[in-house]
């Protein structure tokens, strides 16, 4: 799926949450290796649906080197339908989206369970 322009790779789901990776695939020369394809992490989406009290979805939506200043309002907004019409989240539901600009990003991760298995290589 797609939401601005930018490919939206589904990473994780729980009972009640959602996460997509958005990200670009790119070339780029590797000295020795040649041109090889690589993905560009633009960005994450996390939805929450449904939630306890009035407003039943809240979002996150973090544009990592990207300024938001290059979406239009009506833009965001239609971006956000098309995201619940993906999700299967009534158009009418109530919600809150917080647009997040990250200029620096950092990751932790341990892929190791208590008894020494991971899921990675």
Not at 3 to 16: C, H, R, S, Y
Not at 26 to 54: F, K, M, N, R
Request: charged share 25%; with cysteine; net charge negative.
């Amino acid at each position: 799926m797609k939401l601005f322009g930018i490919e939206a790779k589904q990473v994780f789901q729980t009972m009640g949450s959602v996460s997509f990776a958005l990200q670009r695939a790119a070339s780029q020369g590797i000295p020795g290796l040649g041109t090889t394809a690589v993905l560009i992490e633009e960005g994450w989406i996390d939805v929450h649906y449904p939630c306890d009290g009035h407003i039943k979805a809240r979002i996150r939506i973090v544009f990592l080197n990207q300024q938001m200043s290059s979406f239009r309002e009506s833009d965001l907004f239609g971006e956000i339908k098309a995201l619940f019409e993906q999700l299967g989240i009534p158009c009418d539901e109530t919600y809150e989206v917080d647009f997040i600009e990250v200029k620096r990003n950092m990751r932790a991760v341990n892929p190791k369970d208590r008894h020494g298995q991971q899921d990675r290589t």
